[in-house]
């Protein structure tokens, strides 16, 4: 099978991770597997099935079941420099993901959010926990768009494997 871009518009490192081999999921839908690079957003119309890991990171996941559409960011830290305005940081990655699948036509009023990640896996920090700084953006953030969070797994000194169905919003996390 060959590979294909993840939405059909123009690649932009903040919206596409590395799409690889159409696997089928468990309800019998085709899904485009992608991986998730910190710094990345990805938003479809059509089934993927993502997948990224986490340490302080935070990955939100939004879905609007009904039409199909969700997507998924992965950021490294809350806010950005004054230079530097990238999907790497929360205060950006978070509006951008929900641009993006409004734009792929899901309602905001049916939106649900799923929250993951944040764990304090650096000790170097004494005192400034990266994680819980990613978590507190994420959560305001959501809250501030009127998107309820159905579920979280955060926190803890752990990394995650995180798995996310766009389509029908259905997440899978291990951790590391």
């Known amino acids: 099978m060959a590979t294909r871009p993840a939405l059909d518009l123009p690649p932009s490192p903040a919206r596409t991770g590395d799409v690889t081999l159409d696997l089928p999921g468990a309800d019998g839908k085709a899904r485009r597997s992608v991986y998730l690079h910190a710094g990345q957003v990805h938003a479809s119309a059509e089934p993927a099935s993502v997948v990224t890991v986490l340490g302080s990171c935070v990955a939100v996941c939004l879905c609007d079941r009904e039409a199909g559409v969700g997507g998924v960011n992965h950021f490294l830290l809350p806010h950005p420099t004054v230079r530097e305005q990238s999907p790497r940081f929360g205060a ?37 926990n990266l994680g819980t700084e990613n978590v507190e953006l994420a959560l305001k953030a959501l809250e501030q768009a009127g998107v309820p969070v159905v579920e979280r797994d955060v926190g803890g000194r752990n990394g995650r494997k995180l798995v996310f169905h766009t389509d029908v919003g259905a997440a899978w996390v291990r951790r590391l």
Do not use: N, S, Y
């Open 92 to 128: 950006v990655a978070m509006p951008l993901l929900v641009e993006q699948v409004l734009k792929l036509g899901a309602r905001r009023e049916r939106l649900e959010a799923k929250v993951f990640g944040g764990a304090c896996v650096i000790e170097a920090f004494k005192g400034r």
